[in-house]
Structures are given as structure tokens and as C-alpha cells.
């Protein structure tokens, strides 16, 4: 409903885009793409925080239900015994907390799951680079941060392909897997396969990749074109803003927009257009 009268939207993915068009019913042409940015600048590799002895999987993500934190335990439950040198470092909080703590207290998994808690921003990056593997369990995901900025520490990505995380990374820096436990094991072993047969991206490589595909001077030009584009939209009566709140089927709505109208009108007798200031545009 509030879509319905916006100048443009701007989504992170294509997933998002069609998501926008179908539910939202904004036309296809007001809808632009445009990714998240990230400073690959602050997320630097360092494989010498790596312990060689071991496979570190390091996981950074709110602990809720959406974040597939159930996937997590599954995960954790299964691998852990098998794999004697594995070892998970998880980095954030929330209320599926618990479920991890259970999990590793329950299997005695103190020596091999290392749970941080709440993460600064600027303690991401330090917790990046001890790992190998990034594992992110979204069950829907727009677009994953987080996989982006472990791939730019050089960690190799494993992922479930939901949402538009498959638009986000090249298929040499991603393992995609299906939400289900099963599949996230597979992936996980496909990469320690490849770890220990050495077929992996230099991290530094992934990092000159990941500042080219996401740096932020660009996602600002991008950015401006849409806000210039939309500056050249006259405004439009009242009637044809009505007409297309009507599309949202929510009619008393349209009752909210007509009192709104009216005060604007009032604020506009009592003041005056002419004298509010200005801000001039800056020409940088």
C-alpha cells in the first residue's frame, strides 16, 4: 500500500525486484537493482590468524529463527563428532542463544564450538580471519552482508540458496546448498575437500574481486542516477494519487490521504511557501 504511490524503488537483488513487481504490485520500470556496498578496505585477509592444525568454520549472524540457527545445531550436532579437527566460532546473539548453548553443553562440544556472543562491527573482521569456511544458514535472505564480507577476508562461503544469495557471489568464492541439513553437511565437506586439496582462490584475490564488484563510489553513482532520474517527476494531483491507492484495495486508506491533503493545504495558508529558505544544491 505504501508502495503504490513512491516516484521508484530501489531493491538489493533481483529476487527482491520480483518480489516488489508480484506482492507489491509496483510497475516493473519503477523498480531499479542495486546492491548493498561494503568497504572491502576494512575487511582485509590475514591467513596468518588461521590455525593450520585445524578447519575453522566461523559463523556471524543474529541467532533467530530466520537465520536457520536450528539448521545450525543440526549441523554442529552432526559434523563435530565426526570430524575430530573441526572447529565452529560463532559471533552474534539473540533469542535461538539458547538452542546453541544446549547443543554444546548437551555433546560436550566446549573444546570445538566457541560461541562469542554480541560482535562490535569493527570486531568482525578479527573473527573473519580465524576462519577457513563462513557458513550462513538463512532460510530468506534479500541479500547476505555477511557472506560478502567474508569473502573479501578470503574465507570460502558456504550458504543455502534462498533469496537472491545467489546473485551475490561468483561460483568460485560460493558453495550453495539447499535449507536442509543434509545438503549445508555436503556443501561443508565439499569445501574442506578442497581445502585440504589446496583448490581454493588466493585471499587476496577475493578481496581485489569483492572491492570491483561492491565498492561504494559506484552503489553512490547508481544511486544518484535513480534520485536525478526521479527529480524530473512533476507532482501529481490529488485525484491521480487517489486513483492509485485504489490498486492497494484498501479503500479507507484513501480517506487517511484526503485529511492529509487538507492539513497540507492548512499548513500552507498559515505558512507561506515563500518564506520558508531554501537549501542550495552543493557542487562538489
Given amino acids: 500500500m505504501c ?13 527482491g525486484k520480483e518480489n516488489t513487481v508480484l506482492r507489491a504490485k509496483v510497475r516493473a520500470h ?19 590468524k588461521r590455525d593450520p592444525n585445524v578447519i575453522t568454520i566461523v559463523i556471524v549472524s543474529r541467532l533467530v529463527y530466520r537465520k536457520g540457527v536450528d539448521l545450525m545445531a543440526a549441523v554442529i550436532a552432526d559434523m563435530c563428532p565426526r570430524y575430530p579437527k573441526l ?3 560463532i559471533g552474534g546473539d ?10 554444546r553443553e548437551r555433546k560436550g562440544f566446549q573444546h570445538c564450538v566457541t560461541l562469542l556472543g554480541s560482535l562490535k562491527h569493527s570486531e568482525v573482521r578479527d573473527t573473519l580471519v580465524k576462519g577457513d569456511i563462513f557458513l550462513n544458514t538463512s532460510l530468506t535472505e534479500a541479500y547476505c552482508m555477511a557472506i560478502v564480507e567474508a569473502a573479501s577476508c578470503g574465507l570460502k562461503v558456504v550458504s543455502t540458496k534462498v533469496g537472491g544469495i545467489p546473485e551475490v557471489l561468483p561460483a568460485n568464492m560460493i558453495y550453495l546448498t539447499e ?19 589446496g583448490c581454493i582462490l588466493c585471499p587476496y584475490e577475493c578481496n581485489r574481486m569483492i572491492r570491483k564488484m561492491y565498492n561504494w563510489m559506484d552503489i553512490a553513482r547508481r544511486t544518484e ?12 494531483p ?23 491533503y487538507l492539513l497540507l493545504q492548512l499548513a500552507e495558508r498559515i505558512y507561506k511557501r515563500k518564506h520558508i529558505d531554501i537549501a542550495k544544491d552543493l557542487k562538489l
Avoid at 3 to 15: P, Q
Avoid at 30 to 48: E, G, Q, R
Avoid at 94 to 103: A, D, R, T, Y
Wanted: aromatic share 8%; proline share 6%; with cysteine.
Fill in 3 to 15: 508502495l503504490c504511490e513512491c516516484d521508484h524503488c530501489i531493491c538489493v537483488s533481483h529476487t
Fill in 30 to 48: 519503477k523498480v531499479s537493482v542495486i546492491p548493498n556496498a561494503v568497504d572491502a578496505y576494512n575487511f582485509t585477509p590475514d591467513p596468518s
Fill in 87 to 89: 572447529r565452529f566460532i
Fill in 94 to 103: 539473540g533469542p535461538k542463544m539458547w538452542l546453541l548453548q544446549e547443543v
Fill in 179 to 197: 535449507p536442509n541439513v543434509n545438503s549445508i553437511v555436503n556443501g561443508i565437506e565439499l569445501a574442506m575437500d578442497d581445502l585440504k586439496k
Fill in 225 to 236: 542516477i535513480v534520485y536525478n532520474k526521479i527529480l524530473l517527476n512533476k507532482n501529481k
Fill in 238 to 260: 490529488l485525484g491521480q494519487q487517489l486513483r492509485s491507492y485504489l490498486s492497494s484495495g484498501v479503500w479507507p486508506f484513501l480517506l487517511v490521504i484526503s485529511l492529509m
